[in-house]
């Protein structure tokens, strides 16, 4: 079975805090994702990845930038943390072939006072 | 451009109820469709996909029909359980390779 992992379940941050998010998937997946999810809006695509050091801007990146050193591993960076990132956090990756099925992982619910 | 919309939540049943989610897509050509739930603490988890019109996905009870007359993709199931208990959400993977899902509809399922 595949598995994504998010370092954290829970994080509350601070305001203007740098905030890093950490996924990593073991199954040599090409493809990385993260979204963000919020009520009455579903899922939104912030950043994704096809490769080792590639990445693509999604439908939200501003206020967002990734790190994707490692095949395996795909970060998310908050510059600058705001209260209007206070969300679930959803990592996911797939195989290049046809980019799905995309494999999820928990979650990190982050919220930032 | 492409997009999915599915019916408003939360969405209430008994136990051993007959379930129908709404979903409805827009797409540029002949678009894969997918449900994928979400349970309580956990990411979402796909539950079937449908590649091509009349197809039908099915897993866990739960059965979904590719309607490209109706641009439409309902799922349906049943006799939900408490287990069933989720959000639910539809999806498409577009021409261009994206994923796009819909906004999800919570299921509360009663004993």
């Known amino acids: 079975d595949v598995k994504v992992t998010q370092s954290s379940r829970y994080l509350v941050k601070r305001t203007g805090e740098k905030v890093f998010l950490e996924c990593v998937q073991d199954?040599?997946?090409?493809?990385m994702f993260w979204y963000r999810q919020d009520p009455g809006l579903g899922l939104r695509l912030i950043y994704f990845?096809?490769?080792?050091?590639?990445?693509e801007k999604g439908d939200i990146p501003e206020g967002y930038s990734v790190s994707r050193e490692k095949k395996e591993r795909f970060s998310l960076i908050l510059e600058s943390a705001s209260t209007n990132q206070t969300s679930m956090y959803l990592c996911?990756?797939?195989?290049?072939?046809?980019?799905?099925?995309?494999?999820f992982g928990n979650g990190t619910r982050l919220t930032v006072t | 451009g492409d997009s999915v919309t599915q019916m408003e939540g939360p969405v209430t049943l008994s136990e051993e109820a007959f379930l129908t989610i709404n979903c409805t897509y827009t797409?540029?050509?002949?678009?894969?469709l997918f449900w994928y739930v979400q349970y309580p603490g956990e990411g979402l988890q796909l539950l079937l996909k449908?590649?091509?019109?009349?197809d039908k996905g099915s897993n866990k009870g739960f059965e979904a029909t590719y309607r490209k007359e109706t641009t439409s993709f309902h799922l349906e199931k049943g006799s939900v359980q408490v287990s069933d208990s989720a959000v639910y959400f539809c999806?498409?993977?577009?021409?261009?390779?994206?994923?796009?899902f819909g906004k999800g509809t919570r299921l509360h399922i009663l004993p």
């Open positions: 996911a990756s797939s195989p290049r072939t046809g980019r799905w099925p995309l494999h």
């Open positions: 449908a590649t091509k019109a009349d």
């Open positions: 199954m040599d997946h090409e493809n």
């Open positions: 797409a540029t050509g002949y678009p894969s």
């Open positions: 999806a498409l993977k577009s021409r261009d390779d994206k994923i796009i």
């Open positions: 990845s096809y490769d080792v050091k590639m990445k």
